[in-house]
């Protein structure tokens, strides 16, 4: 396991659509492992494979629940609307207001390429989209209302 660089806004990769994955292999697996420990260095709540520079549609999400893997993820249905601040690993120090769905359900593989079916609200819906959105890539930026300004984060206690 391993931290990898993380591509940030100009890099070409992140403008490109990702491959789906049709086998588990060791390598994909290695690639799970890495983004994981990659976006807990970062402190991030999601990363998407081609923020790693990896054209495959792999996303991994943790907004505190412990991990989530999805590959080849699809949003089915969509519902609500919600407005709040979004920052992205791939533009560091940075964030803006963007508009998204509340509610969301996608179809992905499990990493045992199990077919399954999820939902979320809220900050999950935000991030299934936000990085399904990288393995099409598109990135918020393109979406964010009024600019983006510096990210002011909390200190922890």
Known sequence: MAIRKI?????EVLTKKCKDVTKMTLRNRILINDMLDTMYEAQGVGLAAPQVGVLKKIVVIDIGD????????????VSGEQTGEEACLSVPGKAGTVTRPNYVRIRTLTEDME???????????RAFCH???????KMYVEMVEGGLHDAVYEEEE
């Open 7 to 11: 591509r940030e806004l100009g890099d």
């Open 66 to 77: 412990g991990p989530i893997v999805l590959i080849n993820p699809e949003i089915l249905e």
């Open 115 to 125: 077919e399954i079916e999820m939902e979320g609200d809220e900050l999950l819906a």
């Open 131 to 137: 990085e399904i959105d990288h393995l099409e890539g």
